[in-house]
């Protein structure tokens, strides 16, 4: 082998030696999906809407809906439907969300109760829901995609961006045994495949709405489109608290020992904590 040859080939091997750690750092990177935020993401947080204080759902609106604008439910769906209505009216209601499963979406904003706090980030929102805790929705607003392949969960994957000062939201990825509910006894498990995209925003200083397209083939006709409105309250006694879900499948008493445990309640048999007697 002449020189030159050698040399060359040796020139080869060190080009390919430095090359190889920088190739596998660009991959590494492009694998970073939290990035670290800079001082103007933190800024750029100051240019959205307020949206600070709890959110109270209009519950009187949420029972309007069930007549105004029921879902397009399949016929096989609303003949369990009625039936569910039928059942609440006769005084046997059947308690869909037991065990202290998560409502999930898009139920959670269809027909809580309960109080939600937005929380921004940069990169992404909160949503941080009272009564227990199961109550949060991860949006991602920092120009991801959503996953090939998502893991299925009651909230599903979520990435938004905004419009304006409105946020659309894209969710999919949500488990087929998560409730499509128009009440706390009428739904159906969606069975899969659905889509949900909302657009919320101020309507007035201090009423938020979500506007919501549900797309679920296997339980809908078509997309529903239906809103939901949330009220701003800023009294600190308001403050979301530590959830308690779980906490209210059980009883407080004390064992042989003297301390204080929590032991199973007594259930019925939809699952619903008995009243102590």
Sequence with gaps: ??????????????????????????????????????AKDYADLGKLPDWSGMWIPVVSDQIKQMTTNPPPWT?????????????????????????????????????SHNFMEVAFTPGKIFLLGDSDGNRLRR???????????????????????????????????????????????????????????????????NTLADEL???????????WKTTRLFERERRRDLDIVEGVCIEGSFRPEIDKNGNHVFVPAPRTPDGNRMNAQ
């Design 139 to 205: 949006i991602y607003t920092d120009g991801r995609p959503h996953p090939d392949d998502p893991d299925l969960t009651f909230h599903g994957h979520s990435i938004g961006h905004w419009e304006g000062d409105t946020l659309v939201v894209d969710t999919v990825g949500i488990k087929p045994e998560t409730w499509l509910a128009i009440g706390e006894a009428q739904g159906i498990p969606n069975n899969g495949d659905m889509h949900v995209v909302e657009r919320i925003h101020l309507i007035d200083a």
């Design 213 to 223: 397209t549900i797309t679920a083939p296997k339980v809908l006709t078509k997309p």
């Design 1 to 38: 082998m002449s020189r030159h040859l050698q040399i060359f080939l040796c020139l080869l091997a060190a080009v390919a030696l430095l090359g190889a750690p920088t190739t596998s750092r660009a991959k590494d990177e492009e694998q970073v999906l939290n990035k670290p935020p800079t």
């Design 75 to 111: 016929p096989k769906v609303a003949a369990q439907v009625k039936q569910q209505t039928d059942d609440q009216e006769a005084g046997k209601p059947l308690g869909i969300f037991v065990d202290c499963l998560p409502e999930g979406m898009p139920s959670w904003m269809l027909i």
